[in-house]
Structure formats: C-alpha cells, structure tokens
C-alpha cells in the first residue's frame, strides 16, 4: 500500500530521463534530416510535443523530440524514442503509455497524462509517414 505523498516522488530512472534526456533535438530542426513529424497538444495542460522520425525499409532508424512539456514529459518521451527506435512502424505503434510508464518505474499517477504527450506524436508521425508511403 501507498504511503501518503509517496505518489509524488520520481523514480531515478524518471529523474535520469530528465536530467539526461534521449534523442532530444538541440537547436532547428533543419540540422535533423527527417521523414515525417508528429505535433501534438495535451488538452489538460496546453503542452506540446514535435516528434521526427527517419524511416529504412519500414523500420525507425533515427528519431527526435523536442517539447514545451514539464519534467514527466521530458522523461517519458525520452524513454519513448528509446524503445521507439529500430522498431518497425507497426511495431511502433502498439507501444502504449503503460509500456513508457513501466519502463520509467512509475510516473507520479497525476502526471500520467504527460506521457501521453509523446506517444500520440509518435503515432501522428508514423500515420504521416504512412499515409505519404504506403
Ligand atoms: S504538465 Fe504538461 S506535459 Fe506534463
């Protein structure tokens, strides 16, 4: 059972995604060569997240984010494009917030809805890829 306060606390993984995040897209995006671009907005917050995704022979080869989003944010999609790469497009697509959360350890349960951030601009890239491509 959950201690009182407990469920605000970031597990060091969160907290290593944050301070150290993965595959975040430093600068324009111009300096990234990219396939398809996901953009999305968090209607309970106002946040948003910009994913790019490079494509080979329908796998994701390379991928980068940047966002508005706070620190859980930050975290998830980090792990996001972690698992995210060298996955198939489909593959790609059945990873679900529950798989980025239980791979981080928990996220605060009120901050769950941030991850979502990176995995709806994730699904928004790939479907551009694919309604383009296929
Ligand atoms: S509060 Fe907006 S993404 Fe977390």
Redesign the pocket.
Same mark, same amino acid.
């Given at each position: 059972m959950q201690k009182e306060g407990e469920d605000w606390v970031y597990s060091e993984i969160v907290k290593d995604h944050f301070l150290n995040p993965r595959n975040f897209l430093m600068g324009d995006e111009k300096n990234f060569k990219y396939d398809a671009c996901g953009i999305v907005g968090?209607p309970?917050?106002?946040?948003q997240?910009k994913m790019y995704i490079r494509i080979k022979d329908n796998k994701i080869i390379d991928i980068r984010w940047k966002?508005?989003? !706070?620190?859980?944010?930050i975290a998830s999609t980090s792990a996001l494009s972690e698992i995210a790469k060298g996955k198939t497009l489909d593959e790609a697509l059945k990873i679900t917030a529950k798989d980025v959360d239980d791979y981080l350890g928990k996220l605060p349960k009120h901050?769950f809805? !941030?991850s979502v951030?990176g995995h709806d601009a994730l699904k928004e890239a790939i479907n551009e890829y694919k309604a383009k491509h296929q």
């Amino acid at each position: 059972m959950q201690k009182e306060g407990e469920d605000w606390v970031y597990s060091e993984i969160v907290k290593d995604h944050f301070l150290n995040p993965r595959n975040f897209l430093m600068g324009d995006e111009k300096n990234f060569k990219y396939d398809a671009c996901g953009i999305v907005g968090n209607p309970i917050c106002g946040d948003q997240m910009k994913m790019y995704i490079r494509i080979k022979d329908n796998k994701i080869i390379d991928i980068r984010w940047k966002t508005y989003g !706070c620190a859980s944010a930050i975290a998830s999609t980090s792990a996001l494009s972690e698992i995210a790469k060298g996955k198939t497009l489909d593959e790609a697509l059945k990873i679900t917030a529950k798989d980025v959360d239980d791979y981080l350890g928990k996220l605060p349960k009120h901050k769950f809805h !941030c991850s979502v951030l990176g995995h709806d601009a994730l699904k928004e890239a790939i479907n551009e890829y694919k309604a383009k491509h296929q």
